[in-house]
């Protein structure tokens, strides 16, 4: 089994240690952070493909977790959050531009079990258009009007920080974070949660479609990849021959998650252009992910151009290459970079 996957799998167990313990951070109302770990005793290289695999992320794990629902959780990503805690255990992650300068991240959980997650933040309604394809758990801290209004109409199984007891979510005021840059959760509170409020324990969604051996793709070389949202917010993915992995930076820092003190690690990325427009005085946007438009794939220091296709909110995303094939990954961690058509790209 790769580094990447052993990491992703068992890194629970094995540096429970590190940072996110209780004695970290003030818990409001007396709520335990319950540290989760995997009983399983991994074998690091080897794949030993136990279980099944993953729909979001080819990963192989027990049943139980495969079929659980997943959970999709806000992270904030203003200067003054970073770094974000549980983020690397995420199996999918988007980056969409918010209110100017900045970006914000969805994680979709499935197979990991943080013990810490944050800083959480608000939602915005192509964030909901977003995780309507993985019919998640929602976590989030309040959002727009537009997306507060789309979250009851359409019945997401939603937690939110603004009217959830605080037991739920607590304010981490050892790290040196002010509000509304500290608000944290952990999965474990967020599963127990789901099952309180009666949310179904399985998700209905359809996943990706991924290659059953590490592949090369034919395409340009991508072994440097930067992505500048504008001149205060880039995103840099930094290819690794030896782990074939690439690691991920954020406006020039490397990106770490601060519960692990590991760096964030990812596979697959997709490049995805969305018409993208200002649309109020206070510098929302509105980001069109319903209908069709160009990307590039990038995994194994290659990369190839794609199309993309959305046919309804609820519709699955589909990437398709120059030949009209859907696209397979690679199995492991994939983020999406959402942008404006035509965005400043540097691929070498």
């Given at each position: 089994?790769?580094?990447?996957?052993?990491?992703?799998?068992?890194?629970?167990?094995?540096?429970v240690?590190?940072?996110?313990?209780?004695?970290?951070?003030?818990?409001?109302?007396?709520?335990?952070?319950?540290?989760?770990?995997?009983?399983?005793?991994e074998k690091?290289?080897?794949?030993l493909?136990?279980?099944?695999s993953?729909?979001?992320?080819?990963?192989?794990a027990?049943?139980e977790?495969?079929?659980r629902?997943p959970?999709?959780?806000?992270?904030?990503?203003?200067?003054?959050?970073?770094?974000?805690?549980?983020?690397?255990?995420?199996?999918?992650?988007?980056?969409f531009?918010?209110e100017?300068?900045?970006?914000?991240?969805?994680?979709?959980?499935?197979?990991?079990?943080?013990?810490?997650?944050?800083?959480?933040?608000?939602?915005?309604p192509?964030?909901?258009?977003?995780?309507?394809?993985?019919d998640p758990?929602?976590?989030?801290?309040?959002?727009?009007?537009?997306?507060k209004?789309?979250?009851?109409?359409?019945g997401?199984?939603?937690?939110?920080?603004l009217?959830?007891?605080?037991?739920?979510f607590?304010?981490?005021?050892?790290?040196?974070?002010?509000?509304?840059h500290?608000?944290?959760?952990?999965?474990?509170?967020?599963?127990?949660?789901?099952?309180?409020?009666?949310?179904?324990?399985?998700?209905?969604f359809?996943?990706?479609?991924?290659?059953?051996?590490?592949t090369?793709?034919?395409?340009?070389?991508?072994?440097?990849?930067?992505?500048?949202?504008?001149?205060?917010?880039?995103?840099?993915?930094?290819?690794?021959?030896?782990?074939?992995?690439?690691?991920?930076?954020?406006?020039?820092?490397?990106?770490i998650?601060e519960?692990?003190?590991?760096p964030?690690?990812?596979?697959n990325?997709?490049?995805?252009?969305?018409?993208?427009?200002?649309?109020?005085?206070?510098?929302r946007?509105?980001?069109?992910?319903i209908?069709?438009?160009?990307g590039?794939?990038?995994?194994?220091?290659?990369?190839?151009?794609?199309?993309?296709?959305k046919?309804?909110?609820?519709?699955?995303?589909k990437?398709?290459d120059?030949?009209?094939?859907?696209?397979?990954?690679?199995s492991g961690?994939?983020?999406i970079?959402?942008?404006?058509?035509?965005?400043?790209?540097i691929?070498?």
């Open positions: 089994m790769k580094k990447i996957l052993f990491i992703l799998l068992v890194f629970s167990i094995s540096l240690s590190v940072g996110c313990k209780k004695d970290d951070v003030e818990i409001e109302d007396n709520e335990e952070i319950v540290i989760i770990g995997d009983e399983e005793d690091k290289g080897e794949d493909k136990e279980g099944i993953s729909p979001l992320s080819g990963i192989y027990s049943e977790k495969i079929n629902r959970v999709a959780v806000m992270f904030d990503n203003h200067p003054r959050a970073r770094w974000q805690a549980g983020l690397s255990e995420a199996e999918v992650v988007y980056e531009m918010v100017a300068p900045y970006t914000r991240y969805m994680g979709i959980f499935l197979l990991n079990d943080p013990q810490e997650l944050g800083p959480i933040r608000s939602s915005r192509y964030f909901v258009t977003t995780l309507l394809e993985y758990i929602y976590v989030r801290v309040g959002g727009s009007e537009e997306a209004k789309d979250i009851k109409i359409l997401i199984a939603d937690i939110d920080g009217s959830s007891s605080p037991s739920v607590y304010r981490n005021t050892k790290n040196g974070k002010k509000k509304p500290n608000l944290y959760t952990s999965m474990n509170i967020i599963r127990k949660t789901q099952a309180e409020r009666g949310y179904k324990l399985e998700g209905n359809e996943g990706f479609k991924f290659f059953t051996e590490d090369e793709i034919n395409g340009f070389s991508a072994k440097d990849v930067s992505i500048i949202y504008n001149n205060e917010n880039n995103t840099q993915y930094v290819y690794d021959e030896i782990e074939k992995n690439y690691k991920r930076y954020k406006d020039g820092k490397l990106h998650d519960c692990y003190n590991v964030i690690v990812v596979k990325i997709i490049i995805q252009e969305a018409n993208t427009k200002v649309i109020d005085k206070e510098g946007l509105k980001i069109d992910l209908g069709s438009g160009n590039i794939y990038i995994t194994n220091g290659q990369g190839q151009n794609i199309t993309w296709t046919s309804s909110r609820n519709a699955k995303t990437y398709y120059e030949s009209g094939k859907e696209i397979k990954l690679n961690v994939t983020w970079q959402v942008t404006n058509i035509k965005p400043n790209l691929i070498k």
